[in-house]
């Protein structure tokens, strides 16, 4: 993840529909329509101290399903919902499992 100073810098990424993320993405601005769809992480321990931001851009009734990969977890979950639009979730890998900031 690019840095500056003390700043890291978000690459955004625009993705409808269920996703799985690469090691190289921290930002993704989902679009779900009316259905739920996942957008999966990356394996936390690829990933240590890795932050990356994920938020629901659109207005439909679908919700952004957070997935942790096999064995991982989502502070102790294997999932989060993001359910309206503009709601967002902040996560950090700790090698093992990720954790939500906000």
């Not at 931001?53 to 502070?75: E, F, L, P, R």
Request: hydrophobic residues 35%; aromatic residues 8%; glycine residues 10%.
């Amino acid at each position: 993840m690019p840095e500056f100073g003390r700043y890291v810098m978000f690459s955004p990424k625009s993705v409808s529909g269920a996703y799985t993320m690469s090691r190289d993405d921290n930002c993704i601005l989902h679009t779900t329509g009316g259905s739920n769809a996942a957008v999966t992480l990356p394996k936390a321990s690829t990933v240590r101290g890795k932050v990356i931001y994920i938020q629901k851009v659109d207005s439909g009734a679908g919700y952004t399903v957070v997935t942790a990969v096999s064995g991982d977890t989502i502070d102790g979950a294997s999932t989060v919902n993001i359910t309206s639009q503009y709601g967002k979730k902040l996560l950090i890998s700790n090698g093992s499992s990720w954790s939500t900031i906000v």
